[in-house]
């Protein structure tokens, strides 16, 4: 594997791709330097997107600002929100109820699933195998429902309040029943796949081998996530997270760093996160969903990190006078875009496409990232 | 009905650009156009990626500046009759996105679509939803084959 080192002389033909292009669906920029149809070296340019969305948050009222940080990605919308309620209740010491950590929770496993069967759906559209994709679509479509049930919209849920969770996302016995009901044909469904997947030669012939990142190559990029886990260190935030001390789950991983080890590490991280919200409906705590029982101060710059779909997201910011300041967030596909350039080298111009989407590009949300210079 | 409206009603194809939004607008009109629950393609509706094959242009997204030139070409090569949807608060007016500056004008921000490129139906909502989709898309329909 280590032979795969980037070539340092000049590589003659290039082919660019994008900014808009039919294989891509986010707009980005990628060059890939070829030799004989083989990828010796490929560069991804991002920026195509930038919104600003770090600086529309500065001086806005921190309630206003969380319910803003969901507009950052239309996938993970609710790690964000979550993620941004977390610095501002650690800077300011609130204590929220055992329930609301539990929906919390159970919101951010959903989110996992769906973005997961996104990823998979993805992955076989790009292999060209649009029965599997639509196999995985369809299951997602549970998920997606589901998540409109406690939330109330598709995509943007609005789950997490500062001290809790929104009234209006309280599981009853109904919805906690129809939950689990859901998640035993959910299970059921991803068991028929991964069965019908791993069994399927052509696929897997397709797959194996191909987009190799090796371990100490991730380890070197700060590749995070399922990316992460996929080259075979075990390496998940959610097991130092205090929101997950009541669960038990395994940390999934893959030992070749190939597109055959991502996309099944997706596939078995899903089940974890079926697991995990069973353990959810079964525990769940009664009590409150909010607690008001807190006074705004000023803060210093306060951190929070967690595990989201992509793998560690990262918030920070001050609070003044009950205004966010000097807010900086980023994204785990930053880390990553590192690890999509590397995948691609040494592999067919045909198979680069995959070799980038199996590290779960979502330029969306990197494409928002402002350096801050502090003096 | 001419043959060409009678060829175009049993093909529509609709191709999808983002300019820029947060993706869950992207995502559930994709999903929505292929996925087998809120299947389009029993209504004739294809999801195309090549603008010279498009009827129905969708946008989604606040047009950032880099977008503009993009956008603009991919609506010049879709050949005529041709209709374009703007789906989502943010191509309907700039959704969060709008005044990114506060009062300072923002050089980031070129939307909403109608500033560039003439939006035959809007689709509402913050994420769309796929049936509103579905429904706009539809509702395009007579305009498109009447045309001809």
């Known amino acids: 594997m280590d032979e795969k080192v980037p070539r340092s002389n000049i590589i ?51 309630q206003k600002a969380n319910s803003l940080t969901e507009k950052i990605c239309g996938i993970c919308s609710n790690s964000h929100i979550w ?141 995070t996530g399922p990316s992460l886990r996929a080259t075979g260190v075990a390496r998940d935030l959610r097991t130092t997270m205090f929101e997950y001390e009541d669960f038990d789950f395994n940390v999934i991983t893959q030992p070749d760093g190939d597109v055959k080890s991502n996309l099944l590490m997706r596939a078995l991280e899903s089940f974890e ?16 969903l909010v607690n008001h029982d807190w006074e705004m101060v000023d803060t210093d710059i306060t951190e929070s990190y967690i595990e989201v779909p992509r793998g560690t997201l990262y918030h920070s910011y001050a609070l003044e006078s ?10 785990p596909s930053m880390a990553n875009i590192g690890a999509m350039q590397y995948a691609c080298i040494g592999d067919q111009l045909t198979d680069a496409q995959l070799c980038i989407v199996q590290c779960d590009p979502c330029f969306t949300c990197t494409d928002r990232a402002i350096e801050v210079i502090r003096r | 009905m001419g043959i060409k409206s009678f060829s175009r009603a049993r093909a529509i194809h609709v191709m999808l650009v983002y300019t820029g939004g947060c993706n869950g607008c992207d995502i559930e009109i994709v999903n929505s156009i292929l996925s087998p629950r809120f299947d389009a393609e029993q209504y004739n509706v294809f999801l195309t990626w090549n603008p010279r094959e498009a009827d129905v242009l969708v946008v989604t997204g606040p047009v950032t500046h880099l977008n503009r030139k993009p956008l603009e070409a991919i609506y010049e090569a879709i050949p005529n009759p041709k209709l374009v949807v703007a789906a989502g608060s943010c191509a309907l007016m ?39 989709v579905l429904a706009g898309v539809v509702s395009l329909l007579p305009t498109l084959l009447d045309a001809d």
């Open chain 1, 12 to 62: 003659e033909t290039e082919i660019p791709m994008g900014t808009v292009h039919p294989a891509a669906l986010e707009p980005y920029r990628v060059r890939f330097f070829v030799e004989d149809e083989i990828v010796q070296e490929a560069e991804i340019t991002i920026g195509v997107n930038h919104r600003g969305i770090e600086r529309i948050m500065e001086g806005l009222p921190v």
């Open chain 2, 94 to 132: 700039g959704g969060v996105y709008k005044n990114c500056y506060g009062d300072i004008p923002s050089e980031e921000i070129e939307g909403p679509v109608e500033n560039i490129i003439p939006v035959n139906a809007k689709i509402p909502g913050c994420a769309v939803r796929p049936q509103d």
């Open chain 1, 83 to 223: 993620n941004s309620c977390r610095t501002a209740e650690m800077g300011l010491g609130i204590e929220i109820p055992d329930r609301a950590l539990y929906i919390r929770v159970i919101m951010g496993e959903l989110e996992r699933l769906h973005s997961h069967f996104l990823y998979l759906a993805h992955g076989c559209e790009v292999l060209s195998h649009e029965t599997f994709s639509m196999r995985v679509f369809y299951l997602r479509e549970i998920v997606m429902e589901l998540l409109a049930m406690i939330g109330g919209n598709r995509v943007q849920y609005g789950c997490s309040v500062l001290g809790g969770v929104r009234p209006r996302c309280e599981l009853d016995e109904a919805k906690l029943l129809r939950l689990k009901n859901d998640m035993d044909k959910i299970e059921e469904g991803l068991t028929d796949f991964a069965a019908r997947f791993t069994a399927d030669s052509m696929v897997m012939s397709r797959i194996t081998g191909i987009g190799v990142l090796p371990q100490k190559q991730a380890i070197e990029l700060a590749v």
């Open chain 1, 322 to 331: 009950g205004r966010v300041r000097h807010c900086i967030i980023r994204t």
């Open chain 1, 273 to 288: 996160s079926i697991n995990i919200i069973r353990q959810a409906i079964s525990n769940i705590p009664e009590g409150k």
